[in-house]
């Protein structure tokens, strides 16, 4: 088991009383965690991105000492399972990861993935896209149940990011999809589920009594949301944000800030050997 170290210091109230429940009563605390930019490093393509190389000793270490550890993702949850090295872990056998934003679920149990058909509106607009970003520089990552454009090989990432966040918004309502903004990525997918939705089904079903969510874009909001819903209604929870330069509004809104996966791997680290 690691050797305990000092952990990071909330900023507020709220986050100090999620610290000290999850700390007091382990065996109730939920551990969820976003993939890219948290458990793993952004990367131009993101075919290519792995989680951070002590990422699953540190989950490992920890999931046996509370009520369960989550993945929430965009991705499809076989493609963070494989990308994160999760599958047959020894100390990861209740890992749970949710894909398409709750969508799909893997658990590590059974190795498993379920998941609903795609809607029609995903590959209407995985059709039409090719004419709309011809000459733009992006590429386009599919995702089966959602299509992601990303700008961050273009020659001005952020400015195709602005000058496509219109029209691609406009497709997608025509199909009956929204966009989910991101890290130089416009993301095309279903409505209805987003992260808050997926941790709040997921604390509920195993009665958890805190909850910890580290995440580092937009896409995380939702889930920041649920954590403070949840604290409202009596469940202390603590919110990190995995710090980068690109994405400012979850580090106002953490608890705790630290520098990004690195500093989410080495936050893990010390609650297991705090809990160990």
Not at 31 to 49: C, H, M, N, S
Not at 72 to 88: D, E, H, K, L, S
Not at 175 to 196: A, C, N, Q, T
């Amino acid at each position: 088991m690691p050797t305990a170290q000092p952990l990071p210091t909330p900023t507020t109230k709220a986050g100090l009383e999620g610290l000290d429940a999850l700390l007091a009563r382990p065996g109730k605390a939920l551990i969820a965690l976003d993939f890219d930019g948290t458990l793993a490093p952004i990367v131009a393509d993101p075919e290519l991105a792995r989680a951070h190389a002590d990422a699953v000793p540190a989950l490992a270490a920890l999931a046996p000492e509370v009520a369960a550890v989550a993945v929430i993702t965009g991705r499809p949850a076989a493609v963070a399972v494989r990308n994160g090295a999760f599958a047959g872990v020894p100390g990861l056998e209740h890992l749970v990861v949710l894909g398409h934003y709750g969508a799909e679920r893997w658990d590590a149990r059974s190795g498993e993935v379920s998941t609903p058909e795609p809607p029609p509106g995903v590959a209407a607009v995985r059709a039409e896209l090719p004419g709309l970003l011809d000459g733009t520089g992006t590429f386009v990552e599919d995702k089966g149940r959602a299509v992601a454009v990303h700008t961050r090989r273009a020659p001005d990432p952020q400015a195709a990011f602005e000058a496509l966040r219109a029209p691609l918004t406009e497709l997608a309502q025509r199909h009956g999809l929204i966009v989910e903004p991101g890290r130089m990525v416009l993301e095309l997918r279903p409505p209805g589920m987003d992260k808050g939705v997926a941790l709040r089904a997921l604390a509920r079903e195993i009665g958890a009594e805190s909850v910890l969510y580290a995440g580092d874009d937009l896409g995380d909001l939702p889930a920041y949301g649920a954590v403070d819903a949840l604290r409202a209604e009596g469940t202390p929870g603590l919110l990190v944000c995995s710090g980068s330069d690109e994405v400012t509004e979850l580090r106002e809104r953490a608890d705790v800030v630290v520098d990004g996966p690195e500093g989410v791997v080495a936050l893990l680290r010390e609650l297991a050997g705090r809990l160990g």
